[in-house]
């Protein structure tokens, strides 16, 4: 295919991991330790357009509808996209987050994962799903599963071409939703990449994450297949907060827990003990994200709107996998 004349614009939703990926077995292709296992959200996406140009004379990033400096990690990424495709033009890409509020939640996973597709589109190659997986992890390693919708799996693989998601059920027949509880806007200090790299090279519990991680994997899928959202919730508030404990082992040790997110962790467990199935899950920073049932959802909600403002209070069932259109939205 040749080169696109027109703008490109893909569409991915941002993805929670059930079971997190945490280390790399190889950094510069972004091969991970583990296999990983998520679900992908329907609230939270990316819009991208990208066009390749040979007017222009630098890759130019505007996001949010503002021009971004420093685009290496943009570039770096095009680069690959452009070495495939046998280009040598710079590119425009433009990108929106639509996060509800400016929740300081974007996410590295649809950004990736929508990039990936738009550009791979406008250098005129033509991807099926799992070269677009490949691709969208050397991004970022959680976008190779925003490449799919409902529950995904990241096979970690031993090399660039066998380190790839796959979907395990697009649709899933559990009503699950996951409530995004956003208490900190801010920037997060320690990013995930540098927070794996010193859990891997400093925690002394990295081989046992790295064990109990696999059986976590198998448990989850299990409880997919099963529709058991009991197993499910336990295995990945478990897996999560073993994630967490490689921060706090590793040196100079780190936590992404806040003071509120305490709170909320022991909301849900109050929750539980009152008979309401709901678990928590968290990724590299504040944010506590409860896994529960469409039918409690609304109740967990409107308890903890309570004490929290309810923008900051965010359901979201299952979201579809990566998809191209033909405009892009432009309110943020
Ligand atoms: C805690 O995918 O952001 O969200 O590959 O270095 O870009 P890089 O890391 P990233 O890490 C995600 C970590 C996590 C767990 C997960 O999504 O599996």
Same mark, same amino acid.
């Given at each position: 295919?040749?080169?696109?004349?027109?703008?490109?614009?893909?569409?991915?939703?941002?993805?929670?991991?059930?079971?997190?990926?945490?280390?790399?077995?190889?950094?510069?292709?972004?091969?991970?330790?583990?296999?990983?296992?998520?679900?992908?959200?329907d609230? #939270?996406?990316?819009?991208?357009?990208?066009? #390749?140009s040979?007017?222009?004379?630098?890759?130019?990033l505007?996001?949010?509808h503002?021009?971004?400096?420093?685009?290496?990690?943009?570039?770096? #990424?095009?680069?690959?996209?452009?070495?495939?495709?046998?280009?040598?033009f710079?590119?425009?890409?433009?990108?929106?987050?639509?996060?509800?509020?400016?929740?300081?939640?974007?996410?590295?996973?649809s950004?990736?994962?929508?990039?990936?597709?738009?550009?791979?589109?406008?250098?005129?190659?033509?991807?099926?799903?799992?070269d677009?997986?490949?691709?969208?992890?050397?991004? %970022?390693?959680?976008?190779?599963?925003?490449?799919?919708?409902?529950?995904?799996?990241?096979?970690?693989g031993?090399?660039?071409?066998?380190?790839?998601?796959?979907?395990?059920?697009?649709?899933?027949?559990?009503?699950i939703?996951?409530?995004?509880?956003?208490?900190?806007? %801010?920037?997060?200090?320690?990013?995930?990449?540098?927070?794996?790299?010193?859990?891997?090279?400093?925690?002394?519990?990295?081989?046992?994450?790295?064990?109990?991680?696999a059986?976590?994997?198998q448990?989850?899928?299990?409880?997919?297949?099963?529709?058991?959202?009991?197993?499910?919730?336990?295995?990945?508030?478990?897996?999560?907060?073993?994630?967490?404990?490689?921060?706090?082992?590793?040196?100079?040790?780190?936590?992404?827990?806040?003071?509120?997110?305490?709170?909320?962790?022991?909301?849900?467990?109050? #929750?539980?003990?009152?008979?309401?199935?709901?678990?928590?899950?968290?990724?590299?920073?504040?944010?506590?994200i409860?896994?529960?049932?469409?039918?409690?959802?609304?109740?967990?909600?409107?308890?903890?709107?309570?004490?929290?403002?309810?923008?900051?209070?965010?359901?979201?069932?299952?979201?579809?996998?990566v998809?191209?259109l033909?405009?892009?939205?432009?309110?943020?």
């Amino acid at each position: 295919m040749p080169i696109s004349h027109y703008p490109v614009i893909a569409r991915a939703h941002t993805n929670i991991a059930l079971i997190k990926y945490w280390g790399k077995a190889n950094e510069k292709l972004i091969i991970p330790e583990n296999n990983s296992l998520s679900m992908t959200l329907d609230n #939270f996406y990316t819009d991208t357009s990208v066009q #390749f140009s040979q007017s222009l004379t630098h890759d130019e990033l505007i996001l949010n509808h503002q021009l971004i400096d420093d685009s290496t990690r943009i570039t770096k #990424f095009l680069d690959l996209v452009r070495k495939r495709a046998g280009i040598n033009f710079y590119a425009k890409v433009e990108s929106i987050n639509h996060v509800p509020t400016s929740a300081g939640m974007a996410s590295s996973a649809s950004a990736f994962s929508a990039l990936a597709a738009a550009s791979s589109k406008a250098a005129g190659l033509n991807l099926n799903f799992k070269d677009l997986s490949r691709l969208a992890r050397r991004g %970022s390693g959680s976008a190779s599963r925003s490449i799919y919708g409902g529950f995904v799996e990241w096979k970690k693989g031993t090399n660039d071409s066998n380190s790839y998601a796959v979907s395990i059920q697009e649709h899933p027949i559990m009503d699950i939703r996951l409530i995004t509880v956003i208490l900190n806007r %801010s920037h997060k200090r320690i990013s995930s990449r540098e927070g794996m790299k010193r859990s891997v090279q400093t925690s002394p519990y990295y081989d046992a994450w790295k064990k109990t991680t696999a059986s976590d994997l198998q448990k989850v899928k299990n409880a997919i297949s099963k529709n058991n959202f009991n197993q499910l919730g336990q295995v990945a508030e478990s897996n999560a907060m073993k994630m967490h404990a490689l921060t706090l082992s590793a040196w100079p040790d780190f936590m992404y827990f806040k003071p509120d997110t305490i709170k909320v962790i022991n909301k849900v467990k109050s #929750f539980r003990d009152n008979g309401i199935n709901c678990y928590f899950t968290m990724d590299a920073g504040p944010n506590v994200i409860i896994v529960c049932l469409k039918k409690d959802s609304q109740f967990i909600k409107s308890n903890l709107s309570k004490t929290l403002k309810s923008d900051n209070i965010v359901v979201s069932g299952p979201g579809e996998g990566v998809k191209f259109l033909h405009k892009i939205k432009s309110e943020g």
